[in-house]
């Protein structure tokens, strides 16, 4: 018989508050389903519920939801026909910790029950030999890829489009999300699992851009929602978009730290490119590019964060100092989106 104590009920909320699994769940949103979210959330409520109904001693939220990670690792391993194993997702978060020449893990692995790779290594190099994998990933950028077992690399190649490969994307240092069948499992940051959530919520971006840009029509407004969300998803090393009406002139302001173009509207396919150059992207709230590489400027101020990185206190800095309304969306390496803003003086 199940004994729900106090001190279990509360270790149990601190399980689901460390997952991020809210009320709200089974909505979808921005692009992440029920059917996406609920794989990772099904698999810690079994293991809370097995972890509530036994006697043993309590032990870490962290672990509860690490061993939901290796559930859904595991589970997607086996329904490939291949082995699985805790390692494999230990090795994983050890890959993604690693720094090669001070730069943070970037790239992707895809798992394959058999890997046909472009570029084949004549030893395959094993998932716990993290330093020789990790240096790998060096070349696994845009559609190449690192192709192996679930016990080792073969070589680098393509992944197969019919989605019936595992996808394991490092997106920075200490994170790491998994793919299945075209579906987002989970993302893992600093070794602990949480279910997958879109980098960037629709309705609080929306919600600032009005608070910003007072005239915003609800079409002009989902279009640049569409327009940032791809920056979001398809950055490779963070980014910055300064959004104002006065981007014409701030673009020749910028001159000599900035590319200037001659105006376009930007689709999402161009935002996926021109968001790759290091720096600010410049563009109109009707979704006009004016600039691209941008340094931004702006007087120090008691706003900026120490623990943030010189994209993020750029960006507060130039709001900070700004006399046009404008909103700067700060993307980091990691996949994190804060919305920085100035509304009209």
């Known amino acids: 018989m199940a004994v729900f104590t106090k001190q279990k009920r509360a270790f149990a909320s601190r399980v689901l508050s460390l997952a991020h699994i809210t009320s709200d769940l089974g909505q979808n949103a921005a692009g992440i389903t029920p059917e996406q979210t609920g794989i990772f959330a099904e698999k810690l409520t079994d293991r809370l519920a097995q972890h509530l109904t036994t006697s043993q001693a309590l032990g870490h939220p962290d672990e509860i939801c690490r061993s939901a990670g290796y559930d859904v690792l595991g589970e997607a391993l086996r329904d490939m026909g291949l082995t699985s194993s805790a390692n494999l997702f230990v090795d994983l978060c050890i890959i993604a910790s690693q ?47 690192l192709l192996g077992s679930s016990t080792e690399v073969a070589g680098l190649g393509y992944p197969p489009g019919d989605h019936t490969a595992l996808t394991v994307e490092f997106l920075g240092h200490g994170v790491w999300q998994l793919r299945h069948r075209g579906n987002l499992l989970m993302r893992v940051s ?63 302001r910028l001159a000599a730290q900035c590319t200037l173009v001659e105006p376009f509207a930007v689709t999402e396919q161009l935002m996926s490119g021109i968001i790759q150059v ?9 979704g006009v590019c004016y600039g691209i590489g941008a340094i931004l400027d702006g007087l120090v101020t008691d706003e900026g964060n120490p623990t943030r990185g010189g994209r993020y206190n750029s960006a507060v800095m130039y709001c900070a100092n700004s006399s046009a309304p404008c909103l700067i969306v700060v993307i980091s390496q990691d996949g994190m989106v804060d919305l920085i803003s100035s509304p009209a003086s």
């Open 99 to 145: 720094l090669y020449e001070e730069e943070a893990s970037l790239g992707s692995l895809t798992i394959l029950a058999e890997a046909s790779p472009v570029i084949s290594l004549h030893d395959p190099i094993p998932y716990d030999d993290v330093r020789g994998v990790r240096k790998l990933l060096e070349i696994a950028h845009g559609d190449l890829h």
């Open 278 to 286: 290091d720096g600010t992207v410049i563009i109109s709230p009707d």
């Open 190 to 252: 600093g070794g602990l699992p949480q279910y997958p959530h879109p980098p960037l919520e629709e309705q609080s971006f929306k919600k600032v851009a009005r608070y910003v840009f007072t005239d915003l029509d609800p079409h002009t407004l989902s279009r640049l929602f569409s327009l940032i969300n791809t920056a979001a998803l398809t950055h490779e090393r963070g980014t910055n978009i300064l959004i104002t009406p006065d981007a014409a002139h701030e673009v020749v």
